[in-house]
């Protein structure tokens, strides 16, 4: 006999418990979608605080994504696509546990959600060049001096000229490049390194000359052993616990920190702009699809040529006129092989 289906409470605490294994930022967001689901069930007439899982219809998804769409108005369809493929991760936990009813399928679901939703278009982020003006922006800045009384305001200068040097060269996210330790790069004199990204997946990220001279140059003038590669230097920033860790700095520090000289630079930038360029510049110049993939650590390069691909046009254009054969060609081909 079948166990019986626990409640939505129980089984969303459940589901808060597996989600352990994933990143803090995609907990957040599929706990954050699941509070959505909750909001539209007793429009479904369900109660969201006692009704057992295997209760849930066949269509409970299908009906949710229709109410976001009514809820968030219909130029938000992207926001209601996203709440509604977090559920569905939550839904394909429930069907793992045969939590859901049994007559019920959960591909069955998902098919249906598919042709309901279509083909959602990516809009593919334009940025502009000038967004490497922050880099050299901050490294023109004169350096204050290394006495006491300047000596902060010198150590968080170095570290953001270490910080946009490193988001340059890499094309790294900013909470990888937050969770950076020094020994990762052997505190700037390896030219690699190997860090866990999105999804904990591994990957090896590469830094050019000029970072590592960055980072040598503030870790030098740091003169500690923390461990974080990059630490606030700030008044209000405690104790820093063992090894530095309560210093390290936070990916929404890195951030502001982007956006902070980006203001000053007069230039319109976050981090993931950075990570645009890089990825763009590179395609331009020849770089293969899969390669900016590893280099990036996207999961499929569905993701890269998504995302990047629009950005080649020039280097396609080159291709078509390289490989191109005009039709002439072939047909003096053709004449010179005729008996």
Known sequence: MAAPCPTLPAAVEAFREALLAKSPRTATNYLSALRRFAEFLPTAGIDPAAAPTGDLPADVLERFYTWLLKTYRPQRRRTAVAYVAAVRAFFRFLDRRRWLHPALSYERMKDDLRELIGRVPYQTPRVDDAVALIVTYVDALALPSAD?????ERLVLLRDRALLRTLWATGMR?????????????DGRVPEGLITGKGGKERVVFFDQPALAAIRAYLEARADGYRPLFIRHDDG??????????WRLAPQSVWA?????????????????????KARLMLNRGAQLAEVQDILGHASPETTKRIYAPYTRQHLREAFERFSVPAEEIAGRLRRAAP
Do not use: F, W
Not at 175 to 186: F, W, Y
Not at 239 to 246: I, L, N, S, V
């Open 174 to 186: 900013r909470a990888e490049v937050a969770r950076l330790d020094r020994g990762d790069i052997q």
């Open 237 to 246: 920033r405690g104790r820093p616990g063992p090894r530095g860790e309560g």
């Open 148 to 152: 006491a009384r300047h000596a902060q």
């Open 257 to 277: 920190v982007v956006k902070r000289y980006g203001r000053l630079a007069g230039v319109a930038v976050t981090t993931h702009h950075l990570r645009h360029l």
